[in-house]
Nanobody
Framework: QLQLVESGGGLVQAGVSLRVSCAAS????????MGWFRQAPGKEREFVSA????????DYADSVKGRFAISRDDARNMVYLQMNSLRPEDTAVYYC?????????????????WGQGTQVTVSS
């Protein structure tokens, strides 16, 4: 059974960079689409980014496009989200998730395994 554990969150100032990581265990994440979502206080969980099985194709929410970059290292069973030029509105709990769907799904119901999340707080 696949398990996901996020790490790398923290408190940072606006404008800096931060990388959050997702470690897969129990089975390989190879062959699965991997995604990142986030949930701010009082808001619904929202799509941030996804990476295809091959790692070649990626998708980003408009709010992070050009600032965030998703990548995967299947040899290490890791998925990363590099976040640059962070803004206070990026403050949220960031979740890693796995999907067996085709394409690059954006809806939470298309992902079947989730991590516990890592908190990212951006101060102004």
């Amino acid at each position: 059974q696949l398990q996901l554990v996020e790490s790398g969150g923290g408190l940072v100032q606006a404008g800096v960079s931060l990388r959050v990581s997702c470690a897969a265990s129990g089975r390989t994440s190879t062959g699965l689409v991997m995604g990142w979502f986030r949930q701010a206080p009082g808001k619904e969980r929202e799509f941030v980014s996804a990476v295809s099985r091959s790692g070649v194709s990626t998708d980003y929410a408009d709010s992070v496009k050009g600032r965030f970059a998703i990548s995967r290292d299947d040899a290490r069973n890791m998925v990363y989200l590099q976040m640059n030029s962070l803004r206070p509105e990026d403050t949220a709990v960031y979740y890693c998730a796995a999907s067996a769907r085709f394409g690059l799904p954006r809806h939470i119901n298309e992902y079947y395994t989730w991590g516990q999340g890592t908190q990212v707080t951006v101060s102004s």
